[in-house]
């Protein structure tokens, strides 16, 4: 995809910082944040099985934004927007109780000890989506890695005011039936690593 694509669809599908505040909590039927998109192959299915809903999108990496774009376009989805940067810089700017879903999938395990602190979940990243998480809203994080899901459940264990949904080890690893194999889901199949699934729920 060419930069005069991005360039020329930015202003229809970015998210702008100014326009965050300006977002009806009741313009769609439900709102849902997909934090580490990809490619957007699983954005763009949820949008278009889903035309009532808003879609909201955030990664900071440039190739996987213009494929996203491409597929806006081409498709010619509506409820889709997309924030192409950290999404530190705007989770505080949403509508507290915004979120009715949030979806963080295979998001990078940072493994080594010494790169702890760049991995996304961390205690006041989760004090930041509990503000913009609806009351009853969910949470769903997925890895195929040992270290994330090791360190998922350690940092939500502690926590009071998000309650994990299970129904014994196996329900951990039933992925849900909306969401697609996406690139990093097949990635994973193909080396033989289980995909683990964590569902919690705001209190």
């Known amino acids: ?3 005069k694509l991005l360039e020329d669809s930015s202003n229809k599908f970015f998210l702008k910082e100014d326009q965050i505040c300006k977002l009806s909590v009741h313009e769609y039927n439900k709102n849902i944040l997909e934090i580490g998109f990809g490619n957007g192959d699983n ?7 889903k035309p ?16 996203l774009l ?25 509508e507290k109780n915004f979120f009715d879903l949030i979806l963080i999938l295979q998001p990078d395990p940072w493994p080594k000890k010494k ?19 609806k009351h009853e809203g969910i949470l769903i994080i997925s ?6 899901k090791s360190w998922v459940l350690e940092h939500l264990h502690v926590r009071n005011d998000f309650l994990w949904i299970k129904d ?3 329900y951990t690893n039933v992925k849900p039936k909306w969401i697609i ?8 199949f193909e080396n033989n690593k289980v995909v683990n699934w964590f569902f919690f729920k705001k209190k």
């Open 1 to 3: 995809m060419s930069l």
């Open 43 to 49: 954005l763009v299915n949820m949008s278009l099985n």
């Open 52 to 67: 009532s809903d808003l879609f909201i999108g955030c990664d900071a990496y440039y190739k996987g934004c213009a494929k």
């Open 70 to 94: 491409k597929q806006i376009e081409n498709k010619n989805i509506k409820n889709i927007k997309i924030w192409p940067d950290d999404i530190h810089l705007i989770i505080k700017k949403f």
């Open 115 to 133: 790169h702890k602190k760049r991995r996304l979940i961390q205690q006041k990243f989760l004090d930041d989506l509990n503000q913009v998480l």
């Open 143 to 148: 890895t195929d890695h040992n270290v994330m």
């Open 168 to 170: 014994g080890y196996s």
């Open 181 to 188: 194999n996406t690139k990093y889901f097949n990635k994973a």
